[in-house]
């Protein structure tokens, strides 16, 4: 699934784009960053990481550490290219705001318009939902759909219309605009819109209106066939081994909810034009970046806009958003107030690259830093415990915790994520080291897990157990 990495949620009032150009560097400060990261990618095991630091635009520092290709030996290069996973969902949100400043798409549009066979149930779905996640419409990329007996079976080819017909059917989850629930079915459906509209597929529509005119001449549509210099490699950790990204057909690396390739530079350009209105008009920014309110006005609880989260550090604001595929995780974190962007770009599964940015941002403006992470000390427990915890829990009906018993270990799964393994620090209360996240079981008198509490980013998600 490609995945959106939540970042700090202490929101702030919206603030101007007022910030001077920053200083460079400088050497020092430059090791000291390479120091850090090099540091995390051995914690978590990352092959290779590659950083782009801009101010307005203007590369403060792009560089690659590690290994690009583990079996090549071939090093992360500044010009090496990584999927976006969604964060590439970004740039389909403003073309979709383009199309709205030229009238051809209303942001009050039900998406019947476009899609005329959808059933009556889709009227009250606006493009603003789409955009916002808040349609109500399920996740197509569950793994239960996306596995071999689904309909949305990844090493299938579908053609667009295919996959339409496919979404149409799904279920819907909740009223449009009711409830904040991330859900990679709204930007396929956006990239279709954008065919529908201008006629030209959407990756076609995103070179000809921003990655040619921006001159980001290494960013393209995912492809397995072409020969692409300078591309990355995707891994996981299985356990204690290292291996090669799952496969997925040609068609689930071409949907719009983030396949893209791109690395450090072209996303320096991207940032420029971010301060600029040479894309969009300054008031259709402002929409993307404002937090979308739900049917009873209140803000998401995610802090989310059009493809990007806001939020606040010590009352500076972070536009931001992450994303993960195939191997690859990254993030985008733009420090607004302070003309800082960070960028942190892997080519492994698990790794934790918005911990990566927001700490290098911290390096290069103090008021930024987050907090240290909280020290976790593994202590042993009885084995036998492990039983009762074994079973799958439901964060949301698309996104189900597997928790397995292997030997005197204990694993967690979570919905189209690698296998995890869990640390006790309590009979009950357990963490992971690849992310930094726990989980408590709540048991009944027979110690049987009757749910768990899943601990991360300073929220408590209960899941209650469904086996």
């Known amino acids: ?18 910030g001077q150009a920053l200083p460079d560097l400088g050497a020092q400060k430059i090791a000291d960053i390479g120091h850090y990261v090099l540091g995390e990618m051995a914690k978590e095991h990352i092959p290779g990481v590659a950083v782009g630091i801009y101010s307005r635009g203007r590369i403060l520092l792009a560089k690659g550490y590690g290994l690009a290709n583990v079996e090549l ?23 979709i705001m383009m199309l709205v400043e030229e009238g051809k798409v209303g942001l009050e549009d039900s998406i019947v318009k476009y899609f005329p066979n959808a059933p009556a149930s889709w009227k009250g779905i606006l493009v603003k939902n789409l955009l916002s996640h808040t349609s109500g419409l399920a996740e197509y990329e569950s793994p239960e759909r996306s596995g071999p007996k689904g309909p949305f079976y990844l090493r299938l080819d579908f053609t667009e219309d295919e996959l339409v017909d496919k979404i149409e059917a799904l279920p819907i989850e909740s009223a449009p605009g009711a409830k904040w629930n991330y859900r990679n079915t709204n930007y396929v459906l956006l990239g279709v819109m954008i065919h529908k509209v201008t006629g030209k597929f959407y990756a076609d529509y995103l070179q000809e209106r921003i990655f040619k005119p921006l001159h980001m001449n290494a960013t393209r549509l995912i492809s397995d066939a072409d020969i692409i210099p300078n591309r990355s490699a995707g891994y996981e950790w299985a356990g204690e081994k290292l291996r090669n990204q799952d496969w997925v057909s040609p068609t689930f690396n071409s949907t719009a909810d983030g396949t893209l390739y791109f690395n450090v530079l072209d996303l320096a350009k991207w940032d420029e034009a971010l301060y600029g209105t040479s894309l969009l008009k300054q008031e259709s920014l402002d929409l993307m970046w404002t937090v979308f309110p739900l049917n009873d006005g209140k803000p998401n609880p995610a802090h989310y806009g059009f493809a990007w989260s806001i939020n606040a550090v010590n009352g500076h604001k972070v536009i931001e958003h992450g994303g993960a ?13 302070n003309s800082l962007t960070v960028v942190v770009l892997t080519n492994l599964a698990q790794a934790k690259p918005s911990l990566i940015a927001h700490t290098v941002a911290g390096m290069i403006i103090p008021a ?5 992470p909280k020290e976790h000390k593994e202590i042993a427990v009885d084995a036998k415990l492990f039983d009762g915890y074994v079973g799958k829990y439901e964060l949301s009906p698309d996104f189900i915790l597997t928790v397995t018993h292997e030997g005197n270990r204990l694993f967690a799964q979570a919905t189209s994520q690698p296998k995890v393994e869990l640390f006790a620090e309590g009979p009950k209360d357990y963490f992971l080291k690849v992310i930094d996240a726990q989980i408590t079981f709540v048991t009944d008198a027979q110690g049987r897990a009757i749910e768990a509490i899943l601990h991360q980013g300073g929220n408590d998600s209960h899941a209650k157990r469904v086996d």
């Open 325 to 337: 595929w195939q191997g690859f995780t990254c993030h985008i974190a733009r420090y607004v107030d």
């Open 368 to 372: 930024v830093m987050p907090p240290p």
């Open 73 to 95: 030996e071939a090093p992360v290069k500044p010009e090496t290219i990584f999927q976006s996973g969604s964060t590439g969902k970004q740039f389909v949100s403003a073309a």
């Open 1 to 18: 699934m490609r995945g959106f990495a939540l970042g700090w949620l202490v929101v702030g009032v919206l603030y101007g784009q007022s």
